[in-house]
């Protein structure tokens, strides 16, 4: 690996005060009301997500629409941030999202275990890129971080890189699956070293998705970098995200961590499905069930 790698896991920030900075932070966003227009300004970070083997054009055309109209709908409520869906749906989304100010992300590159030929890993990519995505998620295997193959890792987040072009990059660490924090910090370094523009914790298709204890370890990867290379790279938390409290409490982690400035939609995402209506729901008497 690197020697900014090197530089990075030596002075890796201690795991130590983890627990009791979440603790803290937990019981902060707890006692905040839910509602409101901090709960309605989470809405622009939202990557709407649908990734269901029930997809169909219809159900996506459906959801586009939905989406569109969400600032005229509800008023005060922000767009969101982005639709995210497989890449058969690619030039569809594209288009019905054309002019609406919200973006089109893809899950490409074998998602979700991209286990499969290195070649066929880039191609997803570019073509995805070709067909009209904004951006791109892809997942980099953490059996090679559990094993310790970093350099076949990076290599792997490198080759899309490339084949993404300018299109921007997260870069899925599957972080449940690692539970380690030196294993999540490691991974959030390596990805971020090979071209990652957004660090993600999870697919949401495994057991265990993204948790308070990952975010921490991702943040605190992100600021060690920021610091070293100036560049800053964003934090998207996925999987398992369905009620405004855990979102909010994400959105606090990164805050405390990174700072404000990096809860803009350009640094902090959240993959979601479920979590639209909840916060949609947050000024009603009643639970809707818009998406």
Known sequence: MSKLYEKMIKSRPSFSP??????????????????GDNL???????????????????SIYSLCTKVRVVPKRFPGTPAAAAVCVYPAFTRQVSSLLSESGVRTAVVAGSFPSAQTFR????????????????????????GLIKERYYDEAANIVKDIRKAA????????????????????????????EAGADFVKSSTGKEPVSATPEAAWVICSAIKRYHEETGIKVGFKAAGGISDPGTALLYRSIT????????LGPDLFRIGASRLA?????????????YF
């Open 165 to 192: 072009g300018n299109r921007v990059l997260k870069v899925i660490i599957e972080s449940g699956v690692l539970a380690d924090p030196a294993a999540v910090y490691s991974a959030a370094v390596i990805a971020m």
């Open 255 to 262: 805050a405390s961590i990174l700072g404000d400035h990096w």
């Open 40 to 58: 309605k300004q989470l809405f622009r970070s939202l990557d709407i997500t649908s990734l269901s083997s029930l997809d169909t054009e219809s």
């Open 119 to 142: 070649e066929i890993l880039t191609a997803e990519v570019s073509m995805a890129a070709g067909h009209g995505a904004d951006e791109i998620d892809v997942v980099m295997p953490p």
């Open 277 to 289: 209506n909840a916060i949609l729901s947050s000024d009603s008497e009643e639970s809707l069930n």
């Open 18 to 35: 983890m627990q009791r900075e979440l603790r803290s932070l937990t019981a902060e966003v707890t006692r905040q009301h839910p509602g």
